[in-house]
T-cell receptor, first 113, second 115 residues
């Protein structure tokens, strides 16, 4: 069975801090890894990673995949209170469907002013 | 272009009642997916539908749960004779193709509470 483990489960930081969120996975057929941000509403797509070592960047957020270590990190620099959310990591299942995602439990990030 | 619309946002049902959750996909999207988020758990796939067809219901509990996506109108997730364990957030997502990657969008979810 595919498995996605995120750490830490929760994190509290002050505005301006830099955070690193981790996602480890066990799948028999890796195709991609997705990151989402979930505030008190819809999960919104952040990044899709398919190749090791290539950083994806969007503003203060960046993410990189390490296929050798079966993991990915999501970095947020100069955090703001608006970054407070649950960050989710997900992978399409090993059966080949791109619609059946296995999600981790998420990391709850709280950014205090 | 409105996003994926789910209603109601919050639903309270007594044990034994029926719950109906609605999902209107984004304009131009004919693929709908339902996921459930139990407390302290990650989102879990339930069912994938295209217009008038259930493509994959491998994540649906065998009893009491059903889903449809009629030719006209929203997709409906129906839970009969609800029990406390059905309390969860139910999310719908839609996409223009058979893919939950970059072109899929989630709705804001329906939080079901069974009392």
């Amino acid at each position: 069975e595919d498995k996605v483990v995120q750490s830490p489960l929760s994190l509290v930081v002050h505005e301006g801090d830099t955070v690193t969120l981790n996602c480890s996975y066990e799948v028999t057929n890796f195709r991609s890894l997705l990151w989402y941000k979930q505030e008190k509403k819809a999960p919104t797509f952040l990044f899709m990673l398919t190749s090791s070592g290539i950083e994806k960047k969007s503003g203060r957020l960046s993410s990189i995949l390490d296929k050798k270590e079966l993991s990915s990190i999501l970095n947020i620099t100069a955090t703001q209170t608006g970054d407070s959310a649950i960050y989710l990591c997900a992978l399409p299942d090993s059966g080949g469907s791109n619609y059946k995602l296995t999600f981790g439990k998420g990391t709850l990030l709280t950014v205090n002013p | 272009n409105a996003g994926v619309m789910q209603n109601p946002r919050h639903l309270v049902r007594r044990r034994g009642q029926e719950a109906r959750l609605r999902c209107s996909p984004m304009k131009g999207h004919s693929h709908v997916y339902w996921y459930r988020q139990l407390p302290e758990e990650g989102l879990k796939f339930m069912v994938y539908l295209q217009k008038e067809n259930i493509i994959d219901e491998s994540g649906m509990p065998k009893e009491r749960f059903s889903a449809e996506f009629p030719k006209e109108g929203p997709s409906i997730l129906r839970i009969q004779q609800v029990v406390r364990g059905d309390s969860a957030a139910y999310f719908c997502a839609s996409s223009p193709n058979r893919d939950m990657n970059t072109e899929a969008f989630f709705g804001q979810g329906t939080r079901l509470t069974v009392v």
